[in-house]
Every structure is written in C-alpha cells, then in structure tokens.
C-alpha cells in the first residue's frame, strides 16, 4: 500500500513566501529574488515529503498567490482590461489578483470567493465572449522539471475543467458549454506535454463534484472526460476530489477511463455506502482520503482502519491518502513552545499528518493491528478525552428555552425606535472596524507579549492610537464610529484569548488568501467567558467623541467556523457555548453605554453544507439561533450590527434576514454588487450596507467610482435601508490610502445628495 498527499501548503512555515511577495508588491524585492524564494520553498516541500515516506508527492499546488488563477492564465483566460495594460507577466497575474492602479491604467482586482467550506479564497476566473482559451503557460511543466531535477518524479495538480467552468463568471452570452472544445483540447495537450515529460500520473482536481449535480451537469462532466480521456496516451489521470461524496455521479465517474479515483473519506459520509452498493473498477486505483486535511486533530485509529478493511474488500489496488490538501492547515508542531507536551499528543498538522499516513500503512501490515503499539498508543490519547469538559457550560446550554433565540420587540418596532432616538441621516457612513495596523502597532504588541513593557505601557500606547483614530474619523466626517481594534491581533484570536476553552499557537499559521494568513485557534474544552473582552476600549473611544461608536465583536459562528474546531462533541453545542459567552459582552458593552454593537459573521457561510439537502438539519438549524441567541436581551434601542464577506449569499438571504440584526453590512464591490438584487428580490427587512469599494485591493477609489456604486444601489433598495461603507475592515491597508479612500466615500455620499436623494 503507498500514500499521496493532495496537496502541501505553500506559505511557508514561518510565511517566508508571505514576507518575500510582500516585500516584492513593496520594490524591495526584484521578481527573480522572489522567483528564488518560490523555488527554495517547493524543494523545502518535496524533500519534507519525500523524507517521510510519501509516495505521491504533488507539484503545481504551489502558488505565488491562487492556484485557481493560476488555471486561468495557464488557458489564457485573462479578461481583455488586463491585457490592455500592457504589463510584464507577473504584473498582469498580479493586476488580477490585487487590482492595479498606475501609468499603465486603473483596473480593479478579479472577484475573491471563499473555496467551497474552507476559509480559503480563490479569484474567480472570469470568461468573456471574446475569451479564447488556449494552453499558453509553462507553470506546471517548469515546476513538474524542476522537481525531476531535484530528483522527486511528482504528481502534478491542475484544477479541472468541470470545476473550473462551475467555478467561473461569464460576462457575456456565452457559457460553460460553449467552451467545452477549447478545454478539452487544452486539457489533452496538458497530458501530452507531462507525457513527453515522462510524468506518470496526472491529478486533476474535481471538488466541485461533490456539490448538488443536474442532469446538464452530469452530461457536462461526462462530455468533458470522455473527450481528454481519449487523448489521454500513456500517462496515468487522477481523478481527485474532497470536501464531501460523489453520490450524484459516482457510476458516471467509475465508468470513464481514469486510472485513479480520489474519494474523500472523512468528510464523503457515503462515498464508503457507494463503493458497498456499486463496488469499484478492478482496474482502477483508489486514492482513499482518510487523514483529515482540513483539522488539526490527530487521527483516531480506531475509526480510520475498519474503513480501511472495507475498502481492501472492495479494492484490489488503493492509496491512502489525505482527505483534501494540506493547505488548509499549518505546517508543523515542530515550531510551537507554548502548548505543552502534553497537548501536542492530540494535535497533528502538516507534517505530522505525512507521519500518519505512513504510520498507518505499517499498521496494516500486521493482520491482528489492534495489538501494534503504534494502535495502543494512539487509543491511549483517545480515552483521556474527558479532561476537555465542563459541567457548568453544559448545563447553561441545555437549560436555554425557545425566548432566549427570540428579540423583543419585533424588527419594525425596533426600527422605529432606534430611527427616533438616534436621528442618523440618510446614507449614514462607518467602516467595518478595524484600521491600519501599522508597523507601530505591531511592535508595540509584540513588545507586550515578549515582557518588554508593561500593561500600563500597552494600553496607554493603544489608547492613544484610539485617541487618533477617532479624530481622524471626526475630521473625515464619518457618521457612526469605530475604536480601530489597535489591541487586536485577529478578530477570532483576540477573544479567544479572553474564552476559557481555547489554546493559542505561536506559528500555526494558514494562508486564507494571497498574502494574508490567519493563525486559528484551536477549541481544546467547554468554552466560558473569563472577563470583560472589549469594554474597557470602547468605552474609552466614546468618551473621545459626542458620535455614536460601535462596540465590535466577533460572532460565534465565525470563531467556530475560523477556529479548529473540536471533533468529540457536536459543533452545535461548542457554537451554543460561544455565543453564550459572546451575550454576556453584548450585554456588558450595553450597560456601559454603548448604543451601537457590531457582531461581525463573516464565517457565516464556511460550514454551510455543499448539497442544499443537509443545510438545516446540518447547519442552519443552529447557526442562525446562535446568532440570536448573542443579542435577544438587549434593549429595543441597542442597534445590533453584523457583517459578512466573501461568500455566495443569494440562496440563504432568507435566512440571513432571520439573523434578526438591525443592519447588515456585505462585501459587495468585488462582485458586482450582486447581492444588491438578491436583496430586492427577497424583500429583505434588515438594513444594509454593500461595500462600495474594495479593501483587498491597494488601489484608491475615486469619488466618481463610489458615487456611481452609490447610484445603483439606490436605484434598487430604499434610501432609508442604506448604510455606506467599505466592504471589509481596513487592518490589512495602509494609512495612506485609507484616509484617501475614506474621505473619497464621504464626499461621494455628499454629492449623491446633492443630486437629489435627500
């Protein structure tokens, strides 16, 4: 039996690919040293997998910043206005990803989605009638080389084409089908060329398979393999896909011509009831995923190896494998000192899930496995499970009743209220919470964690950034304000760090998207609240300012969902335990006399399930009740705010709008603003505050630009609905073009009512 991994992580280990290509959008590096850095990292990445044992080892899942644009450029899928720039390769890619603004033209980034359930984003390629897909890159086969020459013969990954033409934007008449003949015959010159180089297995990646197929797509799939499956000559196709089963065309799928087929055995909760019921090809491999890619817990082997005796009866030749790749969690224990020795027994991550995948393939050497020590030891960990509970957080969530969900009074009461006793003008303007966190910030937190200054020195240092950034605030003329979050490192770690329940990690960290890592932490028992979390700062903002402030908070949902999350007790019941805690802030931040409460859930989405079969009994049953759970006991004139990001909402406005909030703001620049008529369409009772411009990019928006966001959104939702913000928080930008762009925002809300909106 060998072992594949679906993909490595790319970031880096302690995020050298993160600082190079920030130090290269910055001219501080030249793109051959970055190109270096690239290079070092991949062979940093093969020989870590390679020494471990793995057979199948992946290239072309590396990426300078999303292996889905990567797709696009390597078929020439690269909108006309990026062309017209006129750049050099890599700033074009760059131009894309990131927007561009120079003497070259202004243009904005491609749109960003979250991947599938995951909290990565990739950029969605976007076709446009004139589009002519054509196999023009030579990243994959340069990469596929450049490993040979480090003597590793790996696996290259492509996205597919199915789940590429899913994943994509047409902008014109055309559609997937009809550029079914461009991509086939792109996909059978990729195999051609990887024959010619000797490569001997093909991984085309197909999570998009795992989602509610029709019939048209069924036959689009088909159409589609059977025409590159032909081409296929004597390299081996890996079909792979995660994140869920294959139920709607597992005998589809089986009757192509694949040489292997990649399930995901973890998360596919019947891939393992279709191989019972349909068997599978004896002249096919099957790549079983069954380490988990996606937490960081170790793997139980109790429950993995009896799955493994049913697939030797239906197999006669398969591959262990992880269930997805591996970028979705961080690179080693190895680097960690704070958790303790004894809490490392429980945790595995990259590397170490390349140790289970080998340890896994000893164990079932030995017919009676459940005497190996390897087995014993790993179900010693298992049965010291109790030491994560406690009894007093169980019993507050079961004692909670249908009224602690439900608000008093209802939406349109509470509209009225709060309308009256606050008196915001029409267009009210804020930003999502956070600013800059410049260079000062940073050192200033990291000389606090390090014993370098004192309390009072941290907090008197980011009281007096709270100081200047409310007066910036003022002086740009924002309506509602925000403290800035200078004392938050992360917007889920930050209150991780005052909920019992969680630990921390010093370099766990994850790429989310291009440059930007989130260091998650890990739920380790029963979650309560230890103390006040963000009191203190918000009040202290608002006695700085005669404007309302926002107190700012993070969700329950969304620190569940961009936490690890435990795997013993139902994700029901840690969300209930958070959202509990997260109340007893809302409620302390209200005695203290702050009016406006922002509980941001910009996760909302990531655990929703991928077949629309399993979204209430799976998910939304729970997720949106917490959610009401955080805010049912405030007064009607506390106005409760949330946000969201990134993610497709149309098909659960419905229950968003059941989130029972009294103003939601969305990331909408990015995409059009297409949630603008989704809204309209579905009547939607909360206020709303689409992005008019976009945080992720480092352009400025002229007043021109927002102003003309501005007028379709007005031209579509009620004046009196609609909030004006940027569509995320500004954490990520710099000083510099934040106040630009804000000040850009105020002036184009100014102008929009002098042109008769007032």
């Not at 199948?56 to 690269?78: E, G, H, K, R």
């Amino acid at each position: 039996m060998k072992t594949a991994v679906i993909g490595y992580p790319r970031v880096g280990a302690l995020r050298e690919l993160k600082f190079a290509t920030e130090k290269y959008f910055n001219g501080d590096l030249t793109e051959k040293e970055l190109q270096k850095a690239a290079k070092q990292l991949r062979k940093d990445h093969w020989d870590k997998q390679q020494s471990a044992g793995i057979d199948f080892i992946s290239s072309n899942d590396f990426s300078l910043y999303d292996n889905v644009l990567d797709t696009a450029v390597l078929l020439n899928v690269i909108p006309k206005r990026y062309k017209a720039l006129g750049l050099e390769e890599s700033a074009e890619y760059f131009a894309m990803a990131r927007g561009y603004q120079g003497e070259q033209g202004d243009v904005k980034a491609l749109a960003m989605k979250k991947w599938f359930n995951t909290n990565y984003h990739y950029i969605v390629p976007e076709f446009e009638d004139e589009t002519e897909l054509l196999l023009v890159g030579e990243k994959p086969f340069k990469e596929f080389d450049e490993g040979k020459q480090e003597g590793v013969i790996t696996k290259p990954v492509i996205i597919g084409p199915f789940t590429f033409l899913k994943l994509a934007k047409y902008t014109g008449e055309k559609k997937a089908e009809d550029f079914i003949e461009a991509i086939t015959k792109a996909y059978a010159q990729i195999l051609t060329r990887f024959q010619e180089l000797s490569a001997e297995w093909v991984q085309f990646d197909e999570p998009a398979l795992v989602t509610d197929l029709t019939e048209e797509d069924r036959a689009l799939f088909v159409q589609l393999y059977q025409n590159i499956l032909d081409q296929k000559g004597q390299v081996k196709v890996l079909l792979q896909t995660y994140f869920g089963d294959i139920r709607d065309i597992y005998q589809q799928v089986i009757d192509l011509a694949f040489d292997g087929i990649g399930l995901d055995f973890v998360e596919g909760k019947q891939n393992l009831t279709l191989l019972n019921n349909f068997g599978f090809p004896k002249d096919k491999t099957l790549f079983a995923g069954v380490v988990n890619g996606k937490n960081i817990w170790r793997n139980d082997y109790s429950v993995t190896l009896p799955v493994l005796d049913q697939l030797k009866s239906h197999c006669q030749s398969f591959v262990l494998s992880t269930s997805c790749s591996l970028l979705h969690v961080p690179y080693t224990l190895k680097n960690e000192q704070q958790i303790t020795d004894r809490q490392k027994l429980y945790f595995s991550f990259a590397e170490e899930k390349l140790n289970e995948l080998v340890e896994l393939v000893d164990i079932t050497k030995v017919e009676n496995y459940f005497e190996t020590d390897q087995f014993k030891e790993n179900q010693e960990i298992f049965d010291r499970r109790d030491q994560f509970q406690n009894q007093a957080v169980q019993a507050k969530v079961k004692s909670l009743t249908e009224a602690d969900f439900q608000r008093q009074p209802v939406f349109a009461e509470r509209e009225r209220i709060q309308r009256e006793k606050y008196n915001l003008p029409l267009l009210p303007t804020t930003t999502i919470g956070s600013f800059p966190q410049t260079a000062d910030v940073k050192k200033n937190r990291a000389q606090y964690k390090k014993g370098e200054i004192s309390l009072e020195q941290y907090t008197a240092f980011n009281k007096k950034k709270i100081a200047e950034c409310i007066a910036l605030q003022e002086e740009i003329g924002l309506d509602i304000l925000v403290h800035g979050e200078f004392e938050r490192n992360d917007m889920v770690e930050y209150f991780g760090e005052h909920l019992a329940g969680f630990i921390f990690t010093q370099n766990a960290w994850v790429q989310s998207y291009g440059t930007r890592c989130v260091k998650p932490p890990i739920i380790w028992g029963d979650v309560s609240r230890i103390d006040a979390m963000t009191v203190d700062y918000s009040t202290y903002a608002q006695s700085l300012t005669n404007k309302p402030l926002k107190g700012m908070l993070t969700g329950p949902i969304t620190i569940l969902n961009w936490s690890f999350p435990r795997e013993d007790i139902p994700l029901k019941d840690c969300v209930l335990q958070i959202a509990l805690a997260i109340r007893e802030e809302v409620l302390d931040l209200e005695k203290n006399g702050i009016n406006h409460i922002q509980v941001d859930e910009a996760a909302l989405r990531e655990k929703l399930p991928l077949r629309k079969s399993d979204w209430y009994s799976e998910y939304l049953d729970w997720a949106i009740p917490a959610f009401r759970l955080v805010h049912s006991g405030v007064k009607p004139e506390t106005q409760i705010h949330t946000h969201m990001c990134y993610s497709e909402f149309s098909d659960i406005i419905k229950d968003i709008d059941q989130m029972d909030a009294d103003v939601i703001t969305f990331e909408a620049s990015r995409s059009d603003l297409s949630i603008v008529d989704v809204l309209r369409e579905n009547q939607f009772k909360t206020q709303v505050g689409p992005g008019v411009y976009d945080i992720h990019s480092p352009r400025i928006p002229s007043v021109s630009e927002i102003k003309a966001v501005l007028t379709q959104i007005l031209a579509k939702m009620p004046r009196e609905k609609v909030w004006v913000n940027p569509d995320c928080g500004l954490k990520t930008r710099g000083n510099k073009e934040v106040i630009e762009s804000l000040k850009n925002m105020v002036k184009a809300v100014e102008e929009v009512k002098k042109d008769g909106f007032e």
